[in-house]
């Protein structure tokens, strides 16, 4: 008899230690509400999102980060050589009154430009999302880190500047509203 009790309480102990060890490891598998968002940029420091991550929400966010930096290196690079065809291209992934301003931009700087003579031109290249703010489920704001190269004739120069890019989302797809580039206090 005593074999026998001591055989179920063995039984017992081990099927515990099994189920909990089950619980745990599930447990363990499922993301946690405040995990980062990663995007394939260096982050230095993002503020969390503070609204509910499931898988498509995060497949969201990273999308909605490749296109914030795609903008902005597309925004910020130009060529007299280019006819502003980088921003031209990126017309689709932006609002229409921001699409508005950006052609009249662009149509007033065309009448402006003289003849290409000279080469000039300025490479934009994201170094990093400095910070990204979600103002509402539909607002989102970052602070974009550039390294940009301005080439004039056989002179270059190198300099880093930040550029805020606000993105709003209508009938549910992410756009450019805002873009406006943080002035250099400290030009080299």
Request: a neutral charge; glycine letters at 4%; hydrophobic letters at 40%.
């Amino acid at each position: 008899m005593r074999r026998v009790v001591l055989s179920a309480i063995v039984i017992v102990f081990v099927a515990g230690l099994f189920f909990s060890g089950l619980f745990l490891f599930r447990a363990s598998k499922q993301p946690t509400p405040s995990q980062n968002v990663s995007v394939n940029t260096p982050v230095s420091n993002i503020v969390n999102i503070s609204l509910p991550q499931t898988d498509q929400t995060k497949k969201e966010a990273i999308d909605r980060a490749r296109l914030a930096t795609n903008f902005a290196e597309r925004y910020g690079t130009y060529s007299n050589e280019s006819d502003f065809k980088n921003i031209e291209s990126m017309y689709d992934a932006m609002t229409e009154p921001f699409r508005g301003e950006v052609a009249q931009f662009v149509e007033s700087a065309r009448k402006n430009l003289s003849a290409p003579g000279s080469y000039y031109g300025t490479l934009t290249r994201v170094r990093s999302i400095e910070k990204e703010l979600a103002i509402s489920e539909t607002v989102v704001e970052y602070l974009i880190m550039t390294q940009r190269v301005e080439e004039t004739g056989d002179a270059s120069r190198t300099y880093y500047q930040e550029i805020a890019v606000q993105m709003v989302k209508e009938a549910g797809i992410w756009k450019i509203h805002q873009v406006h580039w943080i002035p250099i206090t400290n030009p080299s």
